[in-house]
């Protein structure tokens, strides 16, 4: 029983990877960078939680949808303003800027919120539920359920509907998809709004399963949800939400039953020896092109 | 009545000039070809006049309207369709995906019309499900053509639509261009394929290191000594 609770937390940490996952997947698929400002996103989704909920006394619903409207805008704005322009440079320049722009975000929030952690206010008043030896969680369990339900809708988003289409177009073949009638600007825009507002949910469901939020707490889950989405196959959806999962799943139990210490490097172990194997990810496919 | 017009274009790689003052026109129901070798920038004339690439001169207008600043996506819905070189499908859309891509802007029209096209193409229904990069050489070209066509071209530019393909199949290619031509729609055909091209052409430009070297009728051109040396093989 203990393993499976341990089992059960280390899903709901993955799906918040998965998450975050989704938002480098999608952004690589279709703008062909990776956009390492991603992770910093995350912290200012809890930010503006914690804003809104303690200085301005929002009830928590109110909040979750400010920040993830702020996480949209900031998203879209770092898009036009810092990558759009550099579309045709080299993938190292845009690369470097991303850096750059992680550094910003990170530097702004220091010297609005200053370097110290703060408590996140308690957004999710879920109990722990007992079923005869096994504890789950109140917080885990609304997670991996929210972020369950947010998985297949994306998931239709992008299968079915026409701009989900549209982005898959614009992923492929750029010049192809303006030839159709695709307006390939606003997909892009369309396309950094959602992996930010994944980013600001993930933010809030970061800040309540560890309580503390500092300028540089989303570069951790940042980097470990850009190893997901490796460890998936960048570029593809399914493979984000399959390695966010197993990322989770393999850190908590490493924590759990090897060392807490260790548990990183575990991780990222991981991730070299599937590399090792199969250099697309676990999902990745290199289509084979009949001529 | 004139559709397109293109007025001493110039268009530039970085340093490289590719285009230089080119000017043509494409009248309403005609088939017109551009031939010329490898480079000589006929691809880059069709990039150009779709909105894929700028001119830094002079004016392109289609319909009557200047369309040398217009976005390429909005074009499509104006009536200008273009089947790039190489087919550019998508290759991990499913066939039925690639053709709904081609209405992204036709709205309501776009299911009948990809009955229309599954009817002129069978071959494309039986496959609907498929991803598009398992079709073969000539499927995918079909679906291209088809692709464009959903959008209810005024003009459909050709890129090459021959290229990498068995005889046969070029040759069915061209007998789909007659057809799309005898049912109404204007067509601005680039090829390398000269002798095909020429045949079915009402007029041809043969465009030489980015230059306009020769215009004239399609007959007249076949029958030229300097075109039947340089592309017709003798």
């Known amino acids: ?291 | 009545m004139q559709m397109l017009n293109v007025e001493n274009i110039n268009v530039y790689y970085g340093q490289i000039h590719a285009v230089k003052d080119v000017s043509f026109e494409v009248n309403e129901g005609e088939i017109v070809c551009l031939i010329g070798s490898n480079g000589a920038g006929k691809s880059t004339v069709l990039k150009t006049v779709s909105g894929l690439l700028r001119s830094r001169t002079g004016c392109i207008s289609f319909m009557g309207r200047d369309i040398s600043k217009t976005e390429a996506f909005r074009l499509v819905s104006a009536g200008l369709a273009h089947v790039p070189e190489g087919r550019r499908i998508f290759l991990q859309m499913t066939v039925e995906e690639n053709l709904q891509m081609g209405g992204y802007t036709a709205g309501k029209e776009t299911d009948a019309r990809i009955r229309d096209v599954y009817e002129r193409f069978p071959r494309l229904k039986e496959r609907r499900n498929q991803i598009g990069g398992t079709l073969s050489g000539g499927e995918q070209q079909m679906l291209a053509i088809g692709r464009a066509l959903i959008s209810a071209p005024k003009l459909l530019m050709l890129d090459e639509p021959s290229m990498g393909l068995a005889p046969i199949l070029v040759s069915q290619i061209f007998e789909i261009i007659k057809e799309l031509h005898a049912a109404g729609t204007t067509i601005l055909l680039v090829e390398q394929n000269a002798e095909m091209a020429l045949k079915i052409a009402d007029r041809a430009y043969v465009l030489e290191s980015g230059r306009i070297a020769l215009s004239g009728s399609g007959a007249d051109l076949a029958r030229s000594d300097a075109i039947k040396k340089a592309y017709l093989g003798g």
Not at chain 1, 191 to 213: C, E, H, N, P
Request: aromatic share 8%; net charge positive; glycine share 10%.
């Open chain 1, 1 to 291: 029983m203990d393993f499976l609770s341990n089992l059960i937390s280390g899903l709901s940490l993955g799906s918040i990877y998965a998450l975050i996952a989704l938002g480098y997947t999608m952004v690589y698929g279709i703008a062909k960078m990776l956009n390492f400002a991603h992770g910093d996103i995350i912290m200012v989704g809890a930010f503006a939680v914690i804003v809104c909920i303690n200085t301005c006394g929002l009830p928590v619903w109110l909040a979750a949808v400010v920040s993830i409207l702020c996480c949209i805008v900031l998203g879209v704005l770092i898009e036009r303003i810092a990558y759009k322009p550099l579309r045709r440079s080299a993938p190292l320049t845009v690369l470097i800027t991303a850096i750059g722009v992680s550094y910003l975000l990170q530097s702004v929030a220091q010297l609005v919120f200053g370097s110290e952690m703060h408590s996140f206010p308690k957004v999710i008043s879920m109990p722990t539920i007992q079923i005869g030896e096994l504890t789950i969680k109140g917080n885990a369990l609304v997670t991996l359920v929210v972020s369950a339900v947010i998985m297949v809708v994306l998931t239709l988003f992008i299968g079915k509907t026409r701009m989900g289409k549209a982005m898959r177009a614009v992923s492929e073949d750029k010049d192809a998809a303006e030839l159709m009638g695709i307006n390939v600007n606003k997909t892009i825009s369309v396309t950094f709004a959602i992996g930010s507002a994944l980013a600001a949910v993930a933010g809030i469901f970061y800040g309540s399963t560890y309580g503390f939020i500092g300028p540089y707490t989303g570069s951790m889950p940042g980097i470990k949800a850009f190893v997901a989405a490796v460890f998936g196959g960048i570029g593809s959806i399914p493979g984000a939400m399959l390695g966010g999962l197993a990322l989770g799943i393999i850190e908590n139990l490493s924590k759990a039953y090897i060392s807490t210490e260790l548990s990183d490097a575990i991780v990222f172990g991981v991730l070299i020896i599937v590399l090792l194997f199969k250099p697309t990810g676990l999902l990745g496919k290199k289509i084979k092109e009949k001529v």
